[in-house]
T-cell receptor, first 118, second 110 residues
Framework: GAVVSQHPSWVICKSGTSVKIECRSLDFQATTMFWYRQFPKQSLMLMATSNEGSKATYEQGVEKDKFLINHASLTLSTLTVTSAHPEDSSFYIC??????????????FGEGSRLTVL | EDQVTQSPEALRLQEGESSSLNCSYTVSGLRGLFWYRQDPGKGPEFLFTLYSAGEEKEKERLKATLTKKESFLHITAPKPEDSATYLCAVQGGNNRKLIWGLGTSLAVNP
């Protein structure tokens, strides 16, 4: 069964509105979650690392005021795309470290959330 | 600069026709090379980790191998359900961030 649950699977919104995406770790507590973005024909791009109880760490070029990340509990991280614009349309995927793995390359990914901004 | 290049970009096979996907990489101090499978509209699914040249891992019809410059994902007698995009990623010693390739889109025809 799924280890990481993401909601919603897809969302369509109007330009200028905000959209929240939830990522839940179902089987274990996750102090760290990762948010990725994937554009068609492009590689997965890490946006930010979400740390439970502290501020997220954003990758270079990712606007932290535009992509708000909250990791309020050990099983839930949220990504809010604020004042969304058509160029924010993408596939957003969260992930957690595989249980028992100290290697940050082994990840469980959520099902992804397809965002379309009109 | 750390880099991952996957080839071919797309591959179409007949059921039962074995083949290999390539992942070439340049990284300072390889910590690990990772293979994932991604179905359309889904998040990637972890397949293998390889740590050092000469290492091999197998899972059902898939076998991953590693040299100092590249990794191969061998698919033996593929079935239509093996159709997916296969992603390769590396993690270097200097920067633990994963570097992802663009993937190989595999289609297996019945």
């Amino acid at each position: 069964g799924a280890v990481v649950s993401q909601h919603p699977s897809w969302v369509i919104c109007k330009s200028g509105t905000s959209v929240k995406i939830e990522c839940r770790s179902l089987d274990f507590q996750a102090t760290t979650m990762f948010w990725y973005r994937q554009f068609p024909k492009q590689s997965l791009m890490l946006m930010a690392t979400s740390n439970e109880g502290s501020k997220a760490t954003y990758e270079q070029g990712v606007e932290k005021d535009k992509f708000l990340i909250n990791h309020a509990s050990l099983t839930l991280s949220t990504l809010t795309v604020t004042s969304a614009h058509p160029e924010d349309s993408s596939f957003y995927i969260c992930s957690v470290l595989r249980g028992g793995s100290a290697n940050t390359g082994e990840l469980f990914f959520g099902e992804g959330s397809r965002l379309t901004v009109l | 600069e750390d880099q991952v290049t996957q080839s071919p970009e797309a591959l179409r096979l007949q059921e039962g026709e074995s083949s290999s996907l390539n992942c070439s990489y340049t990284v300072s101090g390889l910590r690990g090379l990772f293979w994932y499978r991604q179905d359309p509209g889904k998040g990637p699914e972890f397949l293998f980790t390889l740590y050092s040249a000469g290492e091999e891992k197998e899972k059902e019809r898939l076998k991953a191998t590693l040299t100092k410059k590249e990794s191969f994902l061998h698919i033996t007698a593929p079935k239509p359900e093996d159709s997916a995009t296969y992603l390769c990623a590396v993690q270097g010693g200097n920067n633990r961030k994963l570097i992802w390739g663009l993937g190989t889109s595999l289609a297996v025809n019945p």
